[in-house]
């Protein structure tokens, strides 16, 4: 079993910073892409940054500049620093990692969810 868990989430003030961060763990053969979505109240779930096992890095228009995607291959940890965080970033963000298990197995699996809020 694979199993992905967020940490580094909370309140924070507009202009604040967070960083986030996601361990895998279990049967783990691989992990290619690794991703941060987000998901704001009653609104579907959204693309954030994402990078590979190479460490190139894309990102949502409405975080460049403001949010890092970075990883440890060592430690199967991606993380997410966030600066210059604006009301409209509040929401849950979602880990997702596209895994090869020891089964030769290979799927997206997602993380449970950190709630982010901002406050003006």
């Known amino acids: 079993q694979v199993q992905l868990v967020e940490s580094g989430g909370g309140l924070v003030q507009a202009g604040g910073s967070l960083r986030l961060s996601c361990v895998a763990s279990g049967s783990i053969f691989s992990i290619n892409r690794m991703a941060w979505y987000q998901q704001a109240p009653g609104k579907q779930r959204e693309f954030v940054a994402a990078v590979t096992s190479a460490g190139s890095a894309n990102y949502a228009d409405s975080v460049q500049g403001r949010f890092t995607i970075s990883r440890d291959n060592a430690k199967n940890t991606v993380y997410l620093q966030m600066n210059n965080l604006k009301p409209e970033d509040t929401a849950v963000y979602y880990c997702?990692?596209?895994?090869?298990?020891?089964?030769?197995?290979?799927?997206?699996?997602w993380g449970q969810g950190t709630q982010v809020t901002v406050s003006s």
């Open positions: 997702n990692a596209l895994i090869t298990t020891n089964r030769a197995l290979t799927r997206n699996y």
